[in-house]
């Protein structure tokens, strides 16, 4: 553990600056928004810490784990970013220690786009991340599998259901806590400079550019397309049926 926390060391920038991580269920804008943070606070999006694959060996569903790590790489001050897609319950007992240290950005999407671009994105990825299904439905109403449980602490019912609590966790959980804030991936894509001046309370620095990027800035924006507008409307009404309460708290219906 030791060796792996001092591997750690060849990421830090030149700038300290305090420690952020950003969280999202997967498909729903992450890199957008750790690049907008990037660009406009002075932090690094490329290369970022990355706790998505357990390169470092460590036992993940071991809360003193995470926090340890955490503690370090806050108490190094990196500039570089700590990207997630766990769910809040990894950080059980341990998310108010964490950020006394660490400010946590959590974005969310409405469901129907996360399900057709991560469709997409496990039916072309070169292990077996999640279910490989053809059909968009199917994809929805299948169990999450491979590589996708490693975020897991328990299973779910289908990828709908996954993304609900997933979302509904870290959403519920910010109400009160000020160091972790919840952003709206359409927010940040229609009302760039807005979204974005309204974090500034959580650095340290003003913003310095509130450009909207160029568009390739927004990976997930750009796998878009190969669905038909039934396969939309059919997706949609699945996730209104399956999640629906919590798209609707979340403006989503």
Same mark, same amino acid.
């Given at each position: ?8 060391? #060849?990421?830090? #920038?030149?700038?300290? /600056? ?6 999202? +269920?997967?498909?729903?804008?992450? +890199? #957008? ?29 071991? $809360? ?10 806050? @108490? ?9 897609? +766990? ?9 108010? @220690?964490?950020?006394? /240290? ?18 997409? #994105? ?10 490989? /299904? ?9 169990? $999450? ?44 894509? @229609? ?16 913003? /310095?550019?509130?450009?909207?990027? $160029? ?14 507008? @039934? ?23």
């Amino acid at each position: 553990m030791r060796k792996a926390l001092a591997d750690l060391r #060849f990421l830090a #920038f030149p700038t300290a /600056r305090p420690a952020v991580m950003v969280v999202s +269920h997967e498909r729903s804008g992450t +890199h #957008f928004l750790m690049n907008a943070i990037a660009r406009s606070y002075g932090y690094v999006a490329k290369p970022w810490i990355d706790f998505d694959h357990h390169r470092i060996p460590m036992n993940y569903y071991l $809360p003193g784990n995470l926090a340890a790590i955490l503690a370090y790489m806050a @108490d190094n001050r990196a500039a570089n970013i700590i990207k997630s897609h +766990h769910a809040v319950e990894f950080f059980d007992g341990i998310l108010d @220690d964490v950020l006394e /240290r660490t400010t946590i950005f959590y974005i969310h999407r409405d469901p129907v786009s996360v399900m057709l671009s991560f469709r997409r #994105f496990v039916r072309h990825w070169h292990w077996r991340e999640g279910p490989s /299904r053809d059909d968009p439905l199917a994809f929805a109403r299948a169990q $999450p599998e491979g590589h996708l449980l490693r975020y897991q602490m328990e299973q779910r019912p289908n990828m709908l259901h996954r993304w609900a609590a997933h979302v509904d966790g870290w959403v519920g959980t910010a109400a009160n806590r000020p160091r972790l804030r919840v952003v709206r991936y359409d927010d940040l894509k @229609d009302d760039y400079a807005a979204t974005l001046s309204s974090l500034a309370d959580l650095f340290d620095i003003p913003p /310095r550019d509130l450009t909207p990027p $160029p568009p390739d800035v927004n990976v997930v924006a750009r796998a878009v397309g190969g669905e038909t507008a @039934d396969d939309r409307a059919a997706l949609r009404e699945l996730a209104l049926a399956e999640v629906g309460a919590i798209m609707r708290s979340l403006g989503y219906a």
